[in-house]
């Protein structure tokens, strides 16, 4: 058994990394001059891609906060745990990519069921963590009760439940398909705290 | 209510990257051999990117210098303070963009516009966070005096008040536009110390 | 003489950056329209980079959990023990360059001498690190008993070892080859724990 | 007066993370099949990237050492020294472009001396940093010895000077002026330590 703090360091490293490096998704041409016209155009061109930055960005960050909600409660850590956590960071790390391949395909279908898909991994990712640390609390804290090992549970639930719904609408319509994701920031960002205190 | 070290350190991460990705914004041409004619215009051509690097590191360096004045006094933190940092995060990690931009579009003032509405999000999410943590003294320490809620209030919104100015200046000349940016970093160097020690 | 906490910190920031950058090795067109049989095409030519990328980040995640194991013991630190970390580093911070080289050169046994040599590097760096810091006690706690000792020296050498066998293989099957270096995690997170807790 | 620690992970962030994006100057081709003997040339071709990536690993790294050696005598902030610690990251966030054009333009003098002013500043800032600390025992502790003092001062002293040679034997021999770079971590890690624990 290891303490917390190295690996919840390191999470965030991995983190705080593939959230910025989202940004490199977004190409500035590198031609040195350009008419008015052009610039406009580009800049819309690039209106998609920035969209799909910031919702990915908003994404990451809000796994980011479950991540810390679930360290929270976290006492100790095993192989196990460490492989799980390991687990998400390989899907979050991931993100830039179906990220990316959603800006460039923007009508392809195809594009999004793989980011949703990546989306739902994370998730899934974070319910697994939290359902292996407080298993007979096994890695958690002796006084974190049972209403708040279910409301993470039910919480971190919310993303792959989303990513399944986004993927149900899509043959309708892929805009809306795209909206649903930020249900996941809203249901986690909206949340009334009645968790005890640090 | 959540202890506001891991977010500090998340965000730190989240600055140092996007500090320097910024230098990735400077290219260097790939082929292996090259007239030392070749080499000295390439260099030319490097002196507006570069000065544009040097401004957006001094900027982004002196959002952090704010952010870590901020968290000094700082002693808990809610989901909507989380919230709120992840907007400023959003603003500092976008800013390679708009670097870029205005990097290869030099005498474009669209992408100056895009450059100062950037760095004025950057510095208004850093007011907006100022104010909700001291709103009734919210999440920060309760010996922390009215002068210095006002002081860091006042210094943060130099940002978007300078990028403001640089826009209205931005007709007259382009180059007085740009220079005004590091009346930013002046304004918060040069600040005198009177808050009570660490 | 000085504390380990910085030294650690500092691995752990390169190894974060570098298991991130991984990703990047995975390109996305740049084009903004493609028929879906092209993206089709694309997605089977990225299986074999995407394998490469899950693979090596699995392994840079491993020498981290080895590097955290090291560090639980160690507490204290000198230049020549910076030193070695520095190689370490240096070998885990090249891993991007062999992972994307056998991407590219996906038939070639020269790629797959690299990646072995780079992967049996970072192996060897941490048998050398753990050697150098037991050593007398040179750098550990005074209470790690030899069997900890002992056991943490058998598993780092996994690593080399693998990496030779997976070069003795690969004559006969490329494939094989690659998948030996698989026996590394495995090995690493399927040990039954019986150190000391910290 | 703030406290150390905030700061020096911010450095050791930035410092981690220019180290690890120099290995993105070892461009891979991006093609999917090549000739065993394209390959090998084009290893070759990388030989001389490869040895440039090596030794800025090795001089960020050294100044990363003397940065933690610094920080060990260091028990309070002030602005200054935080913008003192803004002009160090931004030399050492500026080490992967001189390294990458000297990289590609690599029998080009103006490169060098490029890439050696680089460095120049790099531990240049070293000292100042160390200076406006120590100068009336500022922002040390009072503990810290005159012995000390003088032997940090001198040993960051070092790039500037060896830089400088550096450019003296350009004229002569540029592999011996690429060589004597390394007489920087030679200095460094050799060095006895006789400074109180901590």
Redesign the interface.
């Known amino acids: 058994?290891?303490?917390p703090e190295?690996?919840?360091?390191?999470c965030?490293?991995?983190?705080?990394?593939?959230?910025?490096?989202?940004?490199?998704?977004?190409?500035?041409?590198?031609?040195?001059?350009?008419t008015?016209q052009q610039?406009?155009a580009f800049?819309e061109?690039s209106l998609?891609p920035l969209w799909g930055?910031?919702v990915s960005?908003?994404l990451v960050?809000t796994y980011?906060?479950q991540h810390?909600?679930i360290?929270?409660y976290v006492d100790k850590v095993?192989?196990?745990f460490?492989?799980l956590n390991?687990v998400f960071?390989?899907c979050i790390?991931?993100v830039?990519?179906p990220t990316?391949?959603q800006?460039?395909?923007?009508?392809?279908d195809?594009?999004m069921v793989?980011y949703a898909a990546t989306q739902a991994a994370c998730g899934a990712s974070l319910v697994w963590i939290w359902w292996y640390a407080t298993r007979g609390r096994r890695l958690v804290r002796d006084d974190v009760s049972d209403s708040v090992v279910k409301s993470i549970l039910w919480r971190t639930s919310v993303t792959p439940l989303v990513s399944l719904l986004a993927l149900l609408v899509l043959p309708i319509s892929q805009d809306m398909s795209r909206l649903m994701f930020l249900v996941i920031p809203i249901a986690q960002?909206s949340?009334r705290?009645q968790e005890p205190?640090?």
């Open positions: 058994m290891y303490k190295r690996l919840m360091a390191f965030d490293g991995v983190i705080a990394i593939a959230i910025t490096l989202l940004v490199l998704g977004l190409e500035v041409p590198s031609v040195h001059s350009m008015d610039l406009l800049l061109d998609h930055y910031v960005f908003i960050g980011w906060l810390y909600v360290f929270h095993d192989r196990t460490v492989a390991g960071l390989l790390s991931f830039p990519f990316g391949l800006s460039s395909f923007r009508d392809d195809l594009a793989i960002f949340h705290e205190g640090g």
